[in-house]
Nanobody, 114 residues
Framework: QVQLVESGGGLVQAGGSLRLSCAAS????????MGWYRQAPGKQRELVAG??????TNYADSVKGRFTISRDNARTVNLQMNSLKPEDTGVYYC?????????WGQGTQVTVSS
């Protein structure tokens, strides 16, 4: 099993920045990829950014050029969010994928005011 704990959410004005971190524990060496998803009120959860154990990254078109995902080590994945927009508001969830299962963090709220 893998446990994920997110941190770094909060309230920021449009144009500002936030940095989210996700710390993994447990069977971390079974993790194939990690990522950040978000869910806005009334909307489905969507992928924001992902990174594989080999370091390959992918981003939603809406955040390309503004967000950067990175890994400090096998345990920690970060999401640097710059030039934030009100439409970036939502609950951000950390995700870890293993071969047969995926785990989720509890989520952290990001609110961008206009």
């Amino acid at each position: 099993q893998v446990q994920l704990v997110e941190s770094g959410g909060g309230l920021v004005q449009a144009g500002g920045s936030l940095r989210l971190s996700c710390a993994a524990s447990g069977s971390i060496f079974s993790i194939i990829s990690m990522g950040w998803y978000r869910q806005a009120p009334g909307k489905q959860r969507e992928l924001v950014a992902g990174i594989t154990s080999g370091g390959s990254t992918n981003y939603a078109d809406s955040v390309k050029g503004r967000f950067t995902i990175s890994r400090d080590n096998a345990r920690t994945v970060n999401l640097q969010m710059n030039s934030l927009k009100p439409e970036d508001t939502g609950v951000y969830y950390c995700n870890a994928r293993l071969i047969t299962y995926a785990y989720w963090g509890q989520g952290t709220q990001v609110t961008v005011s206009s």
